[in-house]
């Protein structure tokens, strides 16, 4: 275990806005919550193509899923693009969840809609999303799945008012010019944020604190981020008791954070033919610790307050 930081470079770190600390290890087993981890298995029956390793990612699933079944989780969480594209993708990179003796959450990516416009509509079942956005409870927190793609191209079907507000929408952010102004990228949109507001603004009352899942980071500001990411950002901020977002979506995962936020992007599991990338997350009252498996970093994440 290494030394306590020295008090003069840990006031350093905080003045830097650092959130993170450095890692020492696991809690106890019996303190908190625990939660497996993965993002972007990207699966697909494909040769390998630069850094993208598309077949290998039904071993890596195995894996993940062999070692969440060794810990005591209560859930386990998928940020999304489960598959890389085509409909018969999803019978491979599921198979391995067979084998799992916990519960999943799916959380919907770009890429798990790269498939006809009649096969889209099936996403949700195939997945067992019984709603794009949702929120469930446990001792003391609220998880919030967000739908970031609720405005998109990609998830919306042709010819309807759903694809025409989606176009429009990210030709107003083009003309912005914003970074993240791409077509693999969506948007919460108002009517989900004003339920998220009201989501969290209940679990406050109820004396819980708030943890996102979603695909699309918030930020740093980048090519990934939701179209809306300065919206969301805005709501988070109005609500001190979101202690965390945690998104896939950008592979070479990373970190942010924004008004002591911890905003966290996974690293993608379809990236290189032969190190995996998941990890378990402990939920306690103040912090979160992650144990990072293969290209996952381990950190610990103090709470904002």
């Avoid at 275990?1 to 020492?24: K, N, S, T, Y």
């Avoid at 193509?49 to 209560?74: C, I, M, Q, W």
């Avoid at 498939?115 to 079942?125: F, H, S, Y």
Wanted: glycine share 8%.
């Amino acid at each position: 275990m290494p030394p306590p930081l020295p008090r003069r470079r840990f006031l350093r770190q905080l003045a830097l806005g650092a959130a993170v600390a450095p890692f020492v290890g696991c809690a106890s087993r019996d303190e908190g919550l625990e939660v497996g981890v993965i993002a972007d298995p990207q699966y697909a029956d494909l040769p390998d193509r630069g850094t993208r390793a598309y077949r290998a990612s039904v071993a890596k699933l195995g894996s993940a899923v062999e070692h969440f079944n060794s810990r005591p989780l209560d859930f386990c969480v998928n940020l999304g693009d489960t598959i890389d594209r085509e409909w018969r993708s999803y019978d491979a990179i599921l198979a391995p969840l067979a084998a799992s003796r916990h519960r999943w959450e799916h959380v919907l990516g770009n890429h798990d809609f790269a498939l006809l416009d009649g096969e889209k509509t099936r996403v949700d079942a195939r997945l067992g999303v019984t709603a794009r956005y949702r929120y469930f409870d446990r001792p003391g927190f609220r998880f919030v799945v967000l739908d970031t793609g609720a405005v998109s191209t990609y998830a919306s079907l042709a010819g309807t008012e759903e694809r025409q507000a989606a176009v429009a929408e990210l030709a107003r952010v083009k003309a912005r010019k914003l970074p993240q102004a791409q077509d693999w990228n969506g948007a919460v949109g108002p009517k989900q944020l004003a339920w998220f507001e009201g989501v969290a603004a209940d679990a406050s009352r109820r004396g819980r604190k708030v943890v996102v899942f979603a695909h699309h980071p918030v930020a740093p500001v980048g090519a990934y981020d939701v179209w809306d990411a300065t919206e969301v950002l805005a709501a988070l901020g109005r609500h001190r008791n979101v202690v965390a977002w945690f998104n896939g979506h950008h592979h070479a995962g990373g970190f942010a954070q924004v008004e002591g936020l911890p905003c966290v992007t996974f690293h993608g599991m379809v990236e290189t033919p032969d190190r995996n990338a998941f990890a378990t997350a402990r939920f306690l009252s103040d912090r979160v610790i992650l144990t990072g498996h293969g290209r996952e970093s381990s950190r610990e994440l103090i709470f904002r307050v």
